[in-house]
């Protein structure tokens, strides 16, 4: 596997902005010479006698000798640190300027401004972590809630990996089993185990489904649960929007067709992020602007696990009303009846008999009542959707991984069925090896290296 790691790489860790303090790391081989020609310590000791992982004050200066900030400097001797290389971190000012004088100082030294990620590339290139635990690091950078933030470090941990080599032992174990029978047919070894094979594969094929549905629940951690406003105009979706968010994060008038733009935001149900989506109110209109806010909300529409389908009970139903409830008929709906405040005009039956299956909750996004509730409903409908057994299972990854594991499962369940109809076993065997190579895609034992550069790719700068 390609080992790009003879160049020392450098970048600014912390994100572009002004904040207390800014890092600036870099990791290589000629870390630790250029930080000599770029920092004087205060204490008068030569370069060479700084203690490893230890802060120390001085300047930076460029190539003229001229201080540019005055920084804490660490290093970080190979093998023990992030990518396992010789690593140096200077915590300098928080501001643009400084950071970026003295990554280009560094630069000026021969080192190459790092890619996304290639700071935790290098980690697993270096047999520090495997893929997935790599990936996991994403995760964490990620994490919008504590669960999420749990989820990720067992990853990190190495939980998803060692799911994922029992499963591959297993495999190896019986294409050892195969082979030999395979290999030696006439010696005295006993003929490959039917029943044993058929085993092996129907446990393997357990603990993959197992992870395909405790990745259900890591993918809503991870990512959130998309969760879409829904509802006629001036129904008080941007109002509701608010409150669950508790500030005035959208425009809010009573003109019809006040939201045209999608408004994102993520809120906290009880550890899981729910990334909330408010949209234009859904009806026939002329204007032009309205229209394209419209059908951007249809588009959202196609990808929403959650609709929160709003009615505003002190107006009669409209036909538009009508025609939206037929749009999300196969999908997960609470509905929201607002305005509770205000004397009704629609009967609850009446909105009842056209979603039946549905949730349905009180509010006035107004009086911010029943959010509450609301939000319980919110959890219980994913709880159910999702069947969130106990946090110790739930693992995040991401729509590879996940590929990955779906393909594999459907190796494993070849391999049964070649059993079943009574093919060669050689021929069960393929089935076998190609899911064990599928599941080396996760832990990074079998890839190539265009998806791990990609995979990489998805990571921030300085990390
Ligand atoms: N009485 C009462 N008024 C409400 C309630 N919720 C919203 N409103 C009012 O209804 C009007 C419309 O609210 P919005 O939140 O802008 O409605 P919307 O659905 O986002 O409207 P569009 O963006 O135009 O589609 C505003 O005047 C709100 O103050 C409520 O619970 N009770
Ligand atoms: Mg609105």
């Not at 006698?49 to 540019?68: A, F, H, P, Q, W």
């Not at 643009?96 to 630069?107: D, F, M, N, Y």
């Not at 089993?177 to 092996?200: L, Q, R, S, T």
Request: net charge negative; aromatic share 4%; with cysteine.
């Amino acid at each position: 596997m390609l080992k790009d790691n003879c160049e020392t790489i450098a970048a600014i860790s912390t994100p572009m902005g002004e904040g207390g303090i800014g890092i600036v790391r870099m990791s290589g081989p000629k870390s630790f010479d250029i930080a000599q020609k770029i920092f004087r310590p205060k204490v008068k000791r030569p370069f060479c006698d700084l203690k490893n992982r230890t802060l120390y004050l001085g300047n930076i200066i460029d190539s003229k000798g001229e201080i540019i900030d005055e920084v804490l400097l660490a290093i970080f001797k190979a093998p023990y640190t992030y990518t396992r290389e010789d690593m140096v971190e200077i915590n300098c000012h928080g501001g643009l300027a400084s950071q970026k004088r003295i990554l280009s100082c560094i630069l000026d030294m021969g080192a190459r401004l790092a890619e996304p990620g290639e700071f935790t590339k290098r980690a697993f290139l270096n047999g520090r972590i495997d893929l997935s635990q790599a990936e996991a690091v994403i995760d964490i950078i990620r994490a919008k809630t504590d669960r999420a933030l749990a989820a990720a470090n067992r990853k990190l941990k190495g939980d998803f990996s060692k799911k994922i080599e029992q499963v591959r032992s297993r495999l190896l174990d019986v294409m050892a089993h195969i082979e030999a029978n395979i290999d030696f047919p006439e010696e005295d070894i006993p003929e490959a185990d039917p029943v044993y094979i058929k085993g092996e594969i129907t446990e393997a094929l357990n603990i993959t489904e197992e992870l395909i549905n405790n990745i259900g629940a890591g993918r809503i951690l991870n990512e959130g649960l998309s969760t879409l406003i829904l509802g006629n105009t001036n129904v008080g979706k941007s109002s509701l929007l608010n409150a669950l968010l508790q500030e005035e994060r959208a425009i809010v008038t009573d003109i019809p067709g006040t939201t045209r733009d999608i408004i994102e935001e993520y809120i906290d149900i009880c550890g899981i992020p729910i990334r909330i989506i408010d949209t234009a109110g859904i009806r026939q209109t002329a204007d032009e602007v309205e229209q394209i806010g419209i059908s951007r909300a249809m588009k959202y529409l196609e990808e929403a696990e959650l609709v929160l389908l709003i009615i505003d009970i002190s107006r009669k139903l409209t036909e538009d009303d009508l025609n939206l409830i037929n749009l999300i008929k196969d999908k997960t709906v609470i509905v929201v009846i607002n305005k509770v405040d205000l004397p009704a005009a629609v009967d609850d039956e009446e909105i009842k008999a056209l979603l039946s299956e549905a949730r349905f909750v009180k509010i006035s996004a107004l009086k911010q009542e029943g959010i509450e509730e609301l939000k319980n409903t919110i959890y219980e409908v994913i709880s159910d959707k999702m069947g969130f057994i106990s946090d110790e299972g739930i693992i995040t990854a991401d729509e590879r991984q996940r590929r990955v594991l779906d393909e594999s499962r459907k190796f494993l369940e070849g391999a049964l069925a070649a059993i079943d109809r009574g093919m060669p076993i050689e021929m069960v065997e393929i089935d076998i090896r190609d899911a064990w190579e599928k599941l080396g895609e996760i832990t990074g034992d079998t890839i190539s290296d265009e998806i791990i550069n990609t995979i990489f790719q998805k990571f921030c700068i300085g990390k």
